[in-house]
């Protein structure tokens, strides 16, 4: 389920960067995760019954 809310926005943040080492990398999403505030994280949460009901819709199809 994190690909519909959680991926999707952090894709979006990322446009752009490069990184030299696994240690840039951990650093950007450690500070991109703590910069997100709850409601955020709830926002994506509770958004996620609907998508639910348009995966069973679409028989389970990757839309």
Excluded: C
């Excluded at 809310?5 to 950007?28: C, K, P, V, Y």
């Amino acid at each position: 389920p994190s690909d519909y809310w959680l991926f999707r926005r952090m894709q979006h943040d990322l446009a752009g960067h490069r990184f030299t080492s696994f240690a840039e990398i951990e650093n950007w999403l450690q500070t991109w995760i703590a910069s997100k505030d709850e409601s955020f994280f709830r926002d994506g949460i509770r958004k996620l019954p609907e998508k639910w009901e348009k995966v069973v819709a679409s028989d389970g199809k990757y839309f």
